[in-house]
Each structure stands twice: as C-alpha cells, then as structure tokens.
C-alpha cells in the first residue's frame, strides 16, 4: 500500500470507530426519547454525559493524531450535542 | 515517507500523545501526595477518576485504530494505576 493510500485507510478507519461510538449514543438518546415518562432515572443522564464525555477525548486524541480533521470531529459532536439537547427539552416539557 | 516509516510515524505520534496525557495525569498524583493533609477535597478524586475515564478511552480508541498495540496501552494505564493506588492509600493513612 502507497503512503497516501496508507494514511486513507487509518483515517478512515478512525473515522469509522468514532462514527460506531457515536451511533451508540444516539441509540442511547432514542431509547431515552421513546421512554419519555421514566424521566426520573437520573443514571441516565449521568450515563449520557459519561458517554458524551467519552466519545469528545476519543475525538480530541484523533485530532491531536492527525487522523482526522477539526471539521470532521466538531461535526460528529455537534449532531449529537443537537440530539442532545432536543433530548433534554423534551424531558423538561414532560417533567 | 514509505508505508512502514509512516506507519511507525504515526504509531509513534500516538504514544506519545496517550504519554503527555499520562504524564498530565502522573503530576495530577504526584502534587495531591504531596499534599495529603489537604485530603478532604473530594473534587480531586473526581478529577483523577474523569481524568483516568478520559485517557482509557483514548487508549481503547488508539488500539482498535490499530496504532498503538494492546501491551502498550496496558502498560500505560497499569503505571498510572499503580501510583493511583499508591496515593488512595496513603490518603487511608492519612485519613
């Protein structure tokens, strides 16, 4: 494999695993949206900010590696921050 | 830069990274044991504990990338780990 196609591939595989960790908490904030009136198990917010903190230092350390670009981890974390945030409206229309 | 010299390029760059966040962690350990009489701040645990999430997600991500291998990361977090525990007991002591 030539140089240029070396580093597409591991950058593509990084990208990959952060959009896989990703995927995993937007299912955790679907689930959570589908089950609005079990608001009060507070471990799930806890959860979600464990994660959310999670995948930003996966992302960070990325970046930092030269593996992906700023634009592509600030879009991966902002879809979620988005989803996120729609996630805690509901829960306070509802609570 | 042929693929291999990439390659170590790469994998090189990534330790070094997990190691500066290591050794950010490692001053964290050492400043609190220096400081044992100040013991009853329970924010620096949850500093150390959030600190020590964020690398081993670092980690986990930079082995499933496929750039540092897994013995590696183990020794990394097993170093931290030990002075972890070193420090929480002689916070006991103290305590």
């Known amino acids: 494999m030539s140089s240029p196609d070396l580093m597409l591939t591991l950058s593509q595989k990084a990208l990959n ?8 908490i937007e299912k955790l904030i679907e ?3 589908e089950n609005l ?3 009060k198990c507070p471990l799930y917010e806890e959860v979600l900010d464990t994660q959310m903190y999670g995948l930003s230092r996966e992302i960070d350390f ?3 590696a030269e593996l ?3 634009a592509a981890g600030k879009q991966l974390l902002a879809k979620l921050e988005r989803n996120l945030a729609k996630l805690y409206e509901a829960l306070n229309i509802k609570g």
Chains 1, 2 share one sequence.
């Open 17 to 24: 695993l952060l959009q896989e960790d990703a995927n995993k």
């Open 31 to 33: 689930v959570q949206m």
């Open 37 to 39: 009136t079990t608001r």
């Open 62 to 64: 990325a970046i930092r």
């Open 68 to 70: 992906i670009s700023e």
